[in-house]
């Protein structure tokens, strides 16, 4: 029912998450953050179940931050993976912009599969866009390009998927970090 | 408190532990079936679909209980330009019968924090204590109130080493901080905590949910929001078989809580209603 999804450029990677709280049937929250903030340059998107989300993303930040202030240094991006498997049932995103690796994006799920990729998706919504992706995707995409394929895929979720899905946070994380993005609404949701 | 060594690898992360909360929780609530309780006080739920994967099996607990639980109820609270409404039913149901038509689902924590109930009553009542205690204590060690999404937060962190049991919260936690601002925090047992300005909890939910969204504006009068609080948990009653009796509505202001008189809504609705009719 949640949706995130994230696509890598030769200097930047696009980040999007839906924005939505549900509990069962009822729309909870509209206006939810599903993004959380590692560093200055490093960004963790949750989904998953209710509590877990939160507390496992609270729970990584602080304990980065805590490091940070004990090392004087941040992590850098690889080690903000953590690869125990862990009782909490969430699906993450990981993306950051490194000074030595430049640009990456890792897809990590509840069973603490791995994997570094160009695109990723989680929820529902990635059955649906990942063909999308895989159809128009190339490394060396503008930031513009990739916003318009953003743009595409969540179009189409407005189009197929079941679930109502009003709005979605933007984010893009370059050299120069973490940049918000206009708040995309797709056309036809009120 | 224990704190893990930090040994320099970025994979070893500090774990600050109490020792009560490596005690596991299934030993709570050995009830003595010899003693008898003339107050059987618990609340249904709201929905259960079979809708996320993953959803946590329900665990066979090691204590048997003495009845199945279940849950029902209808509360909802609002942020406008007056402060924070909070309305409750007081029917507290127990499988089908009505156990208590008159209980409390709004408990105050302290003079500008109340919280709504719903899930199992005496779970909410003995963690709205304890969160009652911590705020007081945390207020006389630093001598300033702790705010509402402090205290969500705390209320929370307590709750989530009890995820998977049969222990089942859910609070709306409305008060004003500092002197400056509404404030309005849901935290369930499960560990969701969601900021917001408006939330309504319980099995009756989804009607009173209707009815807000169609009125609820930041510019209400102190009576128009009232009356909605009232009339929506009064739908809600209606139609959910586990919410009913009477309406409790507590007002939030810079000053603190204030409590309207409970009100038994049916009478006068139809009152109004059939003297509508017959002047057509």
């Known amino acids: ?190 | 408190m224990a704190l893990q060594d930090f040994s320099g690898s970025p994979l070893h992360l500090s774990v600050p532990a109490a020792e009560y909360l490596s005690e596991s929780p299934i030993q709570f609530g050995q009830i003595n079936p010899n003693i008898a309780s003339n107050f059987i006080n618990t609340l249904h739920q709201d929905l259960v679909l079979s809708f996320p994967p993953g959803f946590p099996p329900s665990c066979s607990p090691s204590v048997p209980l003495p009845f199945t639980m279940s849950h029902g109820t209808t509360t909802l609270a609002f942020i406008f330009q007056g402060g924070v409404i909070a309305a409750a039913d007081t029917r507290s149901s127990c499988n089908g019968l009505v156990a208590c038509p008159a209980s409390q689902k709004i408990l105050p924590v302290h003079s500008h924090l109340v919280g709504t109930t719903s899930g199992t009553s005496a779970d909410c009542a003995l963690w709205k204590r304890i969160l009652a205690r911590e705020l007081r204590l945390y207020q006389l060690r630093h001598g300033r109130r702790l705010s509402t999404a402090g205290a969500a937060k705390l209320l929370a962190h307590m709750l989530h080493p009890f995820k998977g049991t049969e222990l089942c919260v859910a609070a709306t936690l409305c008060g004003w901080d500092g002197g400056e601002r509404p404030s309005l925090y849901y935290v369930c047992s499960d560990g969701t905590r969601l900021q917001g300005e408006l939330f309504s909890v319980g099995s009756g939910s989804p009607y009173a949910y209707s009815v807000l969204d169609g009125g609820v504006r930041w510019g209400l009068t102190v009576e128009e929001a009232t009356s909605l609080a009232r009339q929506a948990v009064y739908r809600a009653t209606h139609r959910d078989a586990y919410s009913g009796n009477c309406v409790d509505v507590y007002h939030i202001t810079s000053k603190g809580w204030a409590r309207r008189d409970r009100e038994e809504l049916h009478r006068q609705i139809v009152q109004q209603f059939k003297t509508n009719v017959s002047q057509c």
Do not use: W
């Open chain 1, 1 to 190: 029912m949640e949706y995130l999804i994230g696509i890598q450029g030769p200097d930047f990677v696009l980040v999007a998450a839906d924005n939505v709280a549900a509990s069962s049937i009822i729309q909870m929250k509209q206006d939810q953050d599903k993004m959380f903030k590692l560093s200055d340059k490093i960004l963790l998107l949750c989904v998953g179940e209710a509590g877990d989300t939160v507390q496992f993303a609270e729970y990584i930040q602080k304990n980065i931050q805590l490091y940070k202030m004990r090392n004087e240094h941040s992590l850098q991006q690889r080690y903000g993976n953590d690869l125990f498997p862990t009782p909490y049932h969430v699906n993450l995103l990981l993306a950051g912009f490194d000074e030595t690796d430049g640009p990456g994006l890792y897809f990590m799920d509840y069973l603490s599969a791995l994997a570094k990729a160009p695109f990723a998706a989680h929820g529902y919504g990635a059955y649906l866009t990942l063909s999308i992706l895989d159809r128009y995707y190339r490394p060396d995409l503008t930031r513009d390009e990739a916003v318009e394929l953003l743009k595409k895929c969540i179009e189409e979720l407005n189009k197929r998927l079941i679930i109502n899905l009003p709005s979605f946070s933007v984010r893009l994380i370059d050299k120069d970090g973490i940049h918000d993005l206009e708040k995309l609404v797709p056309v036809g949701a009120k």
